[in-house]
């Protein structure tokens, strides 16, 4: 089937197999493989993104799901010399080690504080429950998403 | 001021955060146009003989290029591991196969290859390799393995592949006034890094292969490909590319990699594997997997006089890494007690389970866990707070360096200090009055408080060394090459700094290149908290080669003595004393180096000795005791690795840590049926804590450093782990233990706590 995406911003249309996922859309087709895959029972949250501007995880998401809609992923966030406020506090608290969880974290927590903008730290745990990281112990996540949402990082 | 010591966020991060990493899987390079993907078919059974496999079917299917089982690979068998410190030899007929042959060992084992044009092709076509098996009695259970009733290996005769170490005397327990002892079950866990085990191979017309590899050390998984494919010296290029974790499960390669590049240079075509997630749970080798008996004794004044441990070691299918495990258990077995009479005994056993290797920390937690629950269960016998009973024993500061019974020889260490630090800051006193009031109330939610100190070896590997070099180029930027191999660690950053101490480049002007063995041929990759104090060291001594070399080639230039040259750290710049005029930069000094091959240094650099890094992890822990369910309430700690180069990082890394540790003592469990059939094997059903399952963490810090390297480090990368794995299960322990209970195994899940409040 034929599909059409706003990814970043930009349109995208492609061809499809009816059972192609979103992730793999973004991965395999618009070679945005800044998303990821980490298990295969939607339980890690490697592969979470916008789907008009709310977290999904898109391993669990059709591609045929998002057609019409629109997606932001992590490329679509900030860019290396002009970053997100999120992702500044990421890397300002040092939120991420291997950074395979990463952008997924990243786009639960944006989407955690446009929900609650001045969350507690429990708050925060129980927000991100859905994404495992398995080389912070979550500790320096909690930190930047706390510092985030002080700065106003809810945009 | 000196870059060194002080809080520098990663340099590594703003690709991770804006475009996200280059995982093995996000490679999109050249050679790897036209890729097929492979899809492996593995065994759905815990120990059967193949009768057959016909892959006609699979071979119709759509998209399928090639399918091959064991009868078309003919690699010979990866060599069964020698067992390390143990006595005795592996029987012969305990190699791996690549691909099994006859007869399959372990739920999840490779039995054919399947090769698509997509990857989802890959997927449909396995369902249709039809496999026949005839089912054998599977070896699941330690017990069942030792005795030998049934055996893994029959023309080995035996399943135990090595005892060694002392037998048990009882004169060792004769004047001890108490003694104790306890079975202690160190379970079965999966690594699981976030990023799956994913690899690409292409080969050249050169006859040279190239594989793209998510490992921990490049170098070694060149060395093991190349001996596997029978290839000669240079054939083999690995690169390495962004990698998810590892935790010791990366180290090397696995057998599916190998197989990957067997099989690409038969098809002829370049592959692509990225295994699933379930795949990893069931064949990426397992960590810890011991069964530990200790016995412990003293005086009623809680002097430790005698300490025994009796290890059992699951070695999984196939004896690998973890028959080396037990000697490091061993060897850390006394940790920081100076306790006179010390033996242990270790014996390792194949099962038919998923095969063990090192995980953060390897063989070290085990000791410490052991010893760490030892003292607790001592401590309650003779009826004494498990604080004072441990200081009682301490190692004291003035006796290091200091030789254990079991030959282990400690740097430096001051193990009281941490002890007392963490208590103070904890509130220690205060903490066990509200335990004593809940108590005295009888509610329903109790607070048990865990400690642990802890001893660990880091670079056990001390005298293998790292490699590094350091290059400055024309343009005024350098670039560091090392053998070690970072996956989360933050390399970039931490040589980065060394580099810029040195010389005054600053650190967004210096790139690191590793993990590639064309550009850096010599290396022991990322593995037993090794990476600064080798890695790091070598580094250092190369940066300041190059300094005495800039300065050299500075003199020249300016025509002056070396001594009357400053170098200004911070423009990178060289001048006469006193003139920053007259000066040249390290672009310059590049450029007028050119033409005798460059500005640059190499550096091997080993240690004498390993360090012994140590610490006090002190858990708070909530238990319900209705329901049995725990909760860390608070974790505290002292981890002392020597000079801190980078508290970021550091931090980091205990953070991670203890995460990993509280999630062994509390969650995870690669559990196996009676039957061999793994229960665990999903991310829906192992069970790694969430944030929400976690505090934030109390860290203190206090810096002891070593003399065996210039940089003052030890290893920090799995003394988390570590201090944390038996504090929190003394602490879900201890707030039950006022209804009569003694042990918990781990992990202690509620119904576990629950059982043992029933049975108490
Ligand atoms: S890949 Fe794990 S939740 Fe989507
Ligand atoms: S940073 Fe490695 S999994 Fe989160």
Not at chain 2, 25 to 34: K, Q, Y
Request: hydrophobic fraction near 40%.
């Amino acid at each position: 089937m034929r599909i059409t995406v706003t990814v970043n911003g930009d349109e995208t249309t492609h061809e499809v197999e009816d059972r192609t996922l979103l992730v793999h859309y973004l991965r395999d087709v618009l070679g945005l493989t800044g998303t990821n895959v980490g298990c295969d029972t939607t339980s890690c949250g490697a592969c979470t993104v916008l789907l008009d501007g709310e977290s999904i995880k898109s391993c669990t998401v059709l591609a045929a799901q998002a057609d019409g809609r629109s997606v932001t992923t992590i490329e679509g966030l900030g860019s290396a010399e002009e970053m997100h406020p999120m992702q500044k506090a990421f890397q300002q608290h040092h939120g991420l080690q291997c950074g395979f969880c990463t952008p997924g974290m990243v786009m639960a927590s944006v989407s955690l504080l446009r929900e609650n903008p001045k969350p507690s730290e429990e708050d925060v745990r129980a927000g991100l429950e859905g994404n495992i990281c398995r080389c912070t112990g979550y500790h320096n996540i909690v930190k930047a998403v706390l510092a985030a949402a002080e700065d106003g990082g809810a945009k | 001021m000196s870059i060194l010591g002080t809080r520098v966020v990663r340099s590594e991060d703003p690709k991770l955060l804006t475009a996200g990493g280059t995982y093995a899987d996000d490679l999109r390079e050249p050679a790897l146009n036209g890729a097929l993907y492979a899809t492996y078919v593995r065994s759905p059974m815990a120990h059967a003989r193949i009768t057959g496999i016909d892959v006609s079917a699979a071979l119709e299917s759509p998209g399928v290029v090639a399918v091959y089982t064991g009868a078309d690979c003919d690699l010979d068998p990866a060599p069964p591991a020698p067992e390390g410190a143990l006595g005795g030899k592996p029987h012969p007929s305990m190699a791996r196969p690549f691909l099994a042959k006859d007869v399959v060992r372990f739920v999840g084992e490779p039995v054919a290859l399947v090769l698509t044009e997509k990857r989802a092709q890959g997927e449909d076509a396995i369902e249709l390799v039809a496999v026949d098996y005839d089912p054998l009695p599977a070896v699941i259970d330690l017990d069942d393995a030792l005795s030998g009733t049934n055996l893994v290996f029959p023309e080995a005769g035996s399943n135990v592949v090595g005892v060694g170490g002392a037998d048990a005397a009882d004169a060792q327990f004769a004047d001890c006034e108490a003694v104790v002892t306890a079975t202690l079950e160190n379970q079965r866990v999966a690594a699981a890094p976030l990023e799956v085990r994913s690899a690409a191979a292409a080969w050249g017309d050169d006859g040279r292969v190239t594989v793209w590899l998510s490992t921990q050390n490049a170098q070694g998984a060149r060395d093991a490909l190349q001996g596997a494919l029978g290839l000669d010296e240079g054939k083999v290029r690995i690169i390495t590319p962004d990698v998810g974790g590892g935790f010791g499960a990366k180290i090397g390669i696995d057998p599916e990699g190998t197989a990957l590049a067997w099989a690409s240079k038969r098809v002829g075509r370049p592959l692509r594997w990225t295994e699933s997630r379930t795949e990893n749970m069931l064949a990426m080798t397992h960590g810890r997997a011991q069964r530990h008996k200790i016995t412990i004794g003293g005086d009623r004044d809680g002097r430790v006089k005698a300490y025994r441990i009796e290890v059992v070691q699951d070695l999984g299918a196939y004896p690998g890494v973890a028959s080396f495990l037990p000697a490091l258990t061993m060897l850390m077995a006394s940790g920081v007690y100076d306790i006179a009479s010390v033996t242990s005994q270790a014996t390792i056993v194949v099962t038919n389970k998923m095969v063990v290797a090192a995980y953060r920390g390897a063989g070290r937690p085990e000791a410490t866990a052991a010893i760490e629950r030892a003292m607790d269960l001592f401590a309650a016998e003779v009826g004494m707070d498990p604080a004072d009973v441990r200081r009682k024993n301490f190692i004291k500061p003035d006796a290091f360096p200091y030789t254990t019974p079991g030959g282990a020889m400690y740097d430096t260490g001051e193990y009281e200090k941490a002890l007392d630090a963490v208590l103070e800051s904890a509130g220690y006193a205060q903490l066990r009055e509200e335990q004593a009031r809940r108590r005295a109330a009888g509610e329903t939610l109790q607070l048990g408080l865990g400690l642990s100190t802890y001893v660990e070896i880091t670079a056990p590997d001390f005298s293998v060394g790292e490699d590094a070099k350091v290059e400055v180029h024309d343009d005024g930027t350098a670039t560091i090459y090392t053998g070690s191999s970072p996956h989360g660690q933050g390399h970039l950053t931490a040589f980065g700094m060394l580099v810029q101490d040195k010389l005054g480049i600053p650190l967004e002007k210096i790139k690191l290149v590793h993990g590639d063995t064309d550009q850096v041929p010599k290396g022991g990759g990322t593995m037993g908290s090794r990476s600064l104090q080798l890695g790091g060291s070598a580094v250092y001594r190369a940066a300041e080669d190059v300094l005495e070399k800039g300065r050299k080639l500075a003199a020249e230039l300016i025509e002056i003595d070396e001594g009357d040259l400053v170098l200004d750290k911070e423009a990178g710049r060289f001048h006469v004393a006193g003139q920053t005029g007259t000066g040249v930069s390290w672009g310059e000094l590049a450029a007028a180096a050119r033409e005798q091959g460059g500005l640059a240094a190499d550096c091997h650099f080993a240690e004498d000795l390993p360090t012994f890094p140590f610490g006090t992890h002190l858990a708070v822990a909530e238990v319900d005791v209705e329901t049995g369910q725990s909760r860390l309430l608070r974790h505290i700690t002292v981890d002392d690795a020597g000079t801190i180069l980078n508290p970021v990082l550091t931090e980091g890394q205990r953070h991670g840590g203890i995460a990993q540790g509280a999630a062994q003592a509390l969650f995870e469990v690669m559990y196996y049926d009676p039957d061999g059939n793994p229960q665990t094997a999903n991310f829906a059903d192992y069970a790694i804590p969430a944030a929400s399952e976690l505090p934030s963490f109390e860290l203190l810090s206090q810096e002891t450093p070593t003399t065996l390297n210039p940089l003052g480090a030890k290893g920090i990368g799995e003394a988390g782990t570590i201090g944390s794995t038996p504090a929190v299960q003394n602490a879900v322990v201890d707030a039950v233990a006022h209804l009569g209970v003694r042990h918990i195994d781990m992990p202690t899940t509620p119904q576990r706590v629950w059982q043992a409040i029933n049975e108490g």
